[in-house]
């Protein structure tokens, strides 16, 4: 009894809501169960069985085409311009990461996956984008023909689209860092549920495109709440392995010395730093340079598929990036040059 009414609850609602095609594929394999458990289970009059599912809303289930359950998002790949630097530092591997489950990596959090080889560096830089800093780490990574992943603060994709879309552009994979670098530590689930989807939805409505299910904590303070809530989204986590502190070291050679001692030290790792910090724009050229120098060999992530945002945060957020103005009438039909070119 129980179970058709659910199905034919659902039924009404799907065909209401005319997104049947998300869910009809997997209704339709189960309705011969349901017809069984229908016989199995009369425990009350068959009328009133009939009144609950009735055959009209059956026929519509077998009538529905076969189709199959929602397939996840590739995440485009952009054609590869070569590599007009004989010596640059590059990529020398780049791997895949399915995001099933959501997986942690970066030891300082995270110790489940071993991913490097020894002397192999991942980038990641944090906080972006933003004028200035994030167009000079793009060239300092460009002339070195090599690839990072960022972590977009919400927030600053909404403002600066234009830069982010840069970043993707240049085939960097683009993950997100929150909506407003909050410390979720000090949310409630529920807040901290919002800046988790309101960022992820952010950074998707900037670059007008898909996101890598790519999530690193601010300020890396991880509840274990949240860290369970990203699990269940199929997003992974990016701890770090090397903490370049460039948020503290502002000075270019002393950068450049902090983190070449770690990464000595240390012989490979996801290394932690930030577009949006000025003096990492500038250390930058002299950061890969160095690393080139000493042996160390780039790795570049790709999510296996897109992270799958929600649309409710979808709809706030592609409200966001029109800056309030989605009402607004064409710019010729208000402003118009009357005189002069
Ligand atoms: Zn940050």
């Not at 594929?25 to 016989?39: F, R």
């Not at 599912?53 to 952009?78: F, G």
């Not at 409505?205 to 860290?227: D, H, I, N, S, Y």
């Amino acid at each position: 009894m129980r179970a058709i009414v659910v199905y034919g609850v659902s039924a009404v609602a799907l065909v209401g809501l005319g997104i049947g095609s998300l869910f009809i594929g997997g209704s339709k394999s189960t309705a011969p169960d349901v017809s069984q458990t229908a016989a199995a289970a009369k425990t009350g009059p068959v009328e009133a069985t009939a009144a609950l599912a009735p055959a009209s809303k059956v026929q519509v289930m077998a009538q529905a085409p076969a189709v199959q359950p929602p397939q996840p998002t590739p995440m485009p790949r952009l054609a590869e311009a070569p590599c007009q630097n004989p010596g640059a530092l590059g990529v020398a591997r780049v791997v895949e990461i399915d995001t099933s489950g959501g997986p942690g990596f970066g030891f300082q959090h995270f110790k489940a996956y071993d991913f490097l080889n020894p002397g192999e560096v991942v980038f990641t830089f944090d906080d972006g984008p933003w004028p200035g800093n994030t167009p000079a780490v793009l060239a300092a990574l460009a002339a070195q023909c090599t690839k990072a992943t960022f972590f977009s603060i919400g927030k600053h994709a909404i403002w600066h689209p234009e830069i982010l879309k840069q970043v993707a552009a240049a085939g960097h994979t683009v993950g997100s860092h929150t909506w407003s670098h909050a410390d979720l530590s000090k949310k409630t689930p529920e807040e901290a549920k919002d800046e988790i989807e309101k960022g992820m939805s952010a950074v998707h409505a900037a670059l007008g495109g898909p996101v890598a299910p790519f999530f690193r904590f601010p300020t890396l303070r991880q509840p274990q709440e949240m860290v369970t809530y990203l699990e269940g989204r199929n997003i992974a986590m990016f701890s770090t392995d090397v903490d370049s502190f460039d948020f503290k070291i502002h000075k270019e050679d002393q950068l450049i010395t902090s983190v070449m001692s770690k990464l000595k030290k240390q012989g490979k790792g996801i290394i932690l730093m930030h577009d949006f910090q000025h003096g990492t724009a500038q250390a930058l050229p002299q950061i890969l340079a160095d690393l080139k120098a000493a042996g160390f060999k780039v790795v570049h992530l790709r999510p296996k598929s897109a992270a799958e945002t929600l649309p409710e945060y979808d709809a706030m957020m592609s409200q966001e990036i029109k800056g309030g103005t989605a009402n607004a009438k064409p710019t010729n039909s208000v402003v118009r040059t009357v005189e002069g070119n």
